[in-house]
């Protein structure tokens, strides 16, 4: 049982498509985060938001753009993805987003890129 | 950020043997270790993790990790793995800031 949630968890697009990511969390947490997870590498930190305010970018291409509307929701907007752009995204949030706080993780979105 | 090095990339072993799977990081200070365990075709779990006091810290399912600060290691062991151990473990670092850097991951499969 999981206290953050993604959706859609697996997703195809094209190249040229528009899709978002979402993730919903349901622990209370002020900061919110998205992670890249490609095969055998680290996962890769995309974004913080902390209190509804992004504090990190972590120089992501332009073509991935997220969007805090709430401490409980958290959106990824993807456009004119590239193939290598496949790879699970993972959603993580927790209390706040200092040293000792722990990160909570959502189940993924399995994203393909055509 | 830290740089954090899991030593073996796929550890294949039988039921009831142990398992040590090795985590380095980069530099010291203060620093928060964590282990992650994903079970195929689930999120991310936390295991244990370390924020400061007793070094030997016992986690969920049976696992225990030792930070051992002369050495930047925190190593995950289980004295008898089972099957449903099968999975792949991250070992995590967070210093002074908010970033938590992972290790590549470690594959383990557990033979019945």
């Known amino acids: 049982e999981t206290g953050v949630t993604q959706t859609p968890r697996h997703l195809v697009m094209g190249m040229t498509n528009k899709k978002s990511l979402k993730c919903e969390q349901h622990l209370g947490h002020n900061a919110m985060y998205w992670y890249k997870q490609s095969a055998k590498k680290p996962l890769e930190l995309m974004f913080v938001y902390s209190l509804e305010e992004r504090v990190e970018n972590n120089s992501v291409p332009s073509r991935f753009s997220p969007e805090c509307p709430n401490s409980s929701h958290l959106f990824l907007h993807l456009h004119t993805l590239q193939p290598e752009d496949s790879a699970l995204y993972l959603c993580?949030?927790?209390?706040?987003?200092?040293?000792?706080?722990?990160?909570?993780f959502g189940p993924g979105t399995r994203l393909t890129v055509l | 950020a830290q740089s954090v090095s899991q030593h073996n990339h796929h550890v294949i072993l039988s039921e009831a043997a142990s398992l040590e799977l090795g985590c380095n990081y980069s530099y010291g200070g203060t620093v928060n270790l964590f282990w992650y365990v994903q079970y195929p075709g689930q999120h991310l779990q936390l295991l244990l993790k370390y924020f400061s006091g007793d070094p030997l810290v016992k986690g969920i399912k049976g696992f225990e990790a030792e930070f051992i600060k002369s050495k930047f290691s925190f190593n995950l062991r289980k004295p008898s793995v089972q099957w449903s151990d099968t999975a792949e473990y991250f070992c995590?670092?967070?210093?002074?800031?908010?970033?938590?850097?992972f290790g590549a991951g470690t594959t383990v499969t557990v033979r019945a």
């Open positions: 995590a670092v967070k210093d002074n800031d908010y970033k938590l850097s």
């Open positions: 993580a949030s927790s209390q706040d987003s200092g040293r000792t706080d722990t990160q909570y």
